[in-house]
């Protein structure tokens, strides 16, 4: 697909016109007040606690293969989301994002009442040059690239069958929001919608 460069200091509203899953994430955040105020760079460095924002947009930018720019020590270092989350900000500015528009995405996510607009769970999927790419936010500390998910499918497993690989990438904990018992039961269940809504919007597996 055609490739996309995202500025940091982009706001999470004008994001809804994004990619997908990329969109309906910007969607899910918060409330409009604070999507036109918080920027891509900032929800991408989101630390859970507190009233801080779980980073809804790691989870599609992951899924979308999507590599991000910093400035630091040693000068501009440009890397996959997945690594820059693993790693830690460590001091460094986030510049830009790339991505691709994918063949297809899907992505499902559960919130509750009483969570204030923060995603207890999400889980993307995307259509890419490499393959479908899935992963999930809301498991941990942040987003992780499901890669148990990936393999079962490019394996010829069904989205349901896949979907059931997640818990061996992702160990969930309690917090003040879902304990890890409801995450542990319900992340599959996501995956697997994620998939399903993947192939229906043009996705080549499933």
């Not at 801080?52 to 947009?57: N, T, V």
């Not at 999507?66 to 989301?81: D, I, L």
């Not at 969930?172 to 399903?196: F, K, T």
Request: aromatic share 2%; charged share 20%.
């Amino acid at each position: 697909g055609s490739s996309l460069t995202i500025g940091a200091m982009t706001p999470v509203a004008e994001l809804e016109a994004a990619p997908e899953p990329l969109a309906t994430a910007a969607r899910s955040v918060a409330d409009r007040e604070i999507r036109a105020q918080a920027t891509l760079g900032g929800n991408l460095c989101a630390t859970p606690g507190g009233e801080i924002p779980r980073g809804d947009l790691q989870a599609p930018l992951i899924a979308l293969g999507a590599r991000v720019t910093t400035a630091g020590a040693g000068g501009q270092r440009t890397e996959p989301v997945e690594d820059f989350l693993s790693n830690g900000p460590g001091g460094r500015l986030v510049l830009e994002v790339e991505l691709e528009e994918p063949a297809g995405a899907g992505h499902a996510t559960v919130g509750r009442p009483h969570s204030h607009g923060f995603t207890i769970l999400a889980a993307c999927a995307a259509e890419t040059s490499e393959g479908v790419r899935v992963a999930v936010t809301g498991a941990g500390s942040h987003a992780v690239r499901v890669h148990s998910v990936e393999q079962a499918l490019a394996g010829g497993a069904s989205p349901e069958d896949a979907a059931e690989n997640v818990l061996k990438d992702v160990q969930p904990r309690d917090d003040a929001l879902a304990s890890a018992w409801y995450r542990q039961r319900m992340l599959p269940v996501l995956v697997g919608r994620a998939l399903h809504d993947l192939s229906q919007k043009g996705g080549t597996r499933g």
